[in-house]
């Protein structure tokens, strides 16, 4: 079964400074699906970014991107220009394409704290 | 557009007794619907899985059943709390690849 770790159960980063939060994930697949989801507090959890296994090209959406590292079984979110908003729990997730049911496996999280 | 809804938002109960927690969709048809349950420092945990009506798929064993009676409602339900139900549990649904969460309903058993 696949599993994903988040080695960081929490973070700290200053407002408009870079951060990077890690995963790995344990797999015998070739192609897959990986997701940062995002949890602000009290608030629904959404889709921070999306990555498919067969693109070599690292995903990016604005101030957030990822380091895509298949070999390793590594995939590191990157928020540039952090924002107050940024402040939140963020859960690392992977998705088989061969998965009964679409199943999502996520992570254990990493709380990010946004000083200013 | 779609939405989805889960209720309620909170809920203390005692131990021993039922549970019941609803989940509907809006906007769409025959999605595939999900229950997971957050607990702190463990990540999300996938409970339940349903890709139409009637058909549940159990991830772990535990006290908890769901239910999908109709094409966009699914439940989750005991009928004995028990303490270690305690915690964060959250609806999906699936479209495109993505996972769309509810609001997510905080369960605390005395």
């Known amino acids: 079964a696949q599993t994903v770790t988040q080695s960081q159960p929490e973070m700290s980063v200053q407002e408009a400074e870079t951060v990077t939060l890690s995963c790995t994930y344990d797999?015998?697949?070739?192609?897959?699906?990986l997701f940062w989801y995002k949890q602000p507090p009290s608030r629904q959890m959404i889709l921070v970014i999306r990555q498919e296994a067969y693109k070599q090209q690292n995903a990016t959406e604005n101030r957030f991107s990822v380091n895509f590292q298949k070999a390793a079984k590594s995939f590191s979110l990157k928020i540039s220009d952090s924002q107050l908003g940024d402040a939140a729990m963020y859960f690392c997730a992977y998705r088989s394409p061969v998965s009964y049911g679409n199943k999502l496996v996520f992570g254990a999280g990493t709380i990010l704290r946004v000083k200013s | 557009s779609q939405t989805i809804h889960q209720w309620p938002a909170t809920l203390v109960q005692p131990v021993g007794s039922p549970l019941s927690l609803e989940c509907t969709v809006e906007g769409t048809s025959n999605p595939n619907l999900y229950w997971y349950r957050q607990a702190a420092g463990r990540g999300l945990q996938l409970l339940f899985y349903?890709?139409?009506?009637?058909?549940i798929s159990s991830e772990v064993p535990q006290n908890l059943s769901a239910s999908r009676p109709q094409d966009r409602q699914f439940i989750l339900s005991s009928k004995k709390l028990l303490l270690s139900d305690s915690g964060f549990y959250l609806c999906?649904?699936?479209?495109?690849?993505?996972?769309?969460f509810g609001e997510g309903s905080r369960l605390t058993v005395l």
């Open positions: 349903s890709v139409g009506i009637g058909q």
């Open positions: 797999t015998s697949e070739s192609d897959y699906y």
């Open positions: 999906a649904w699936r479209q495109a690849g993505e996972l769309f």
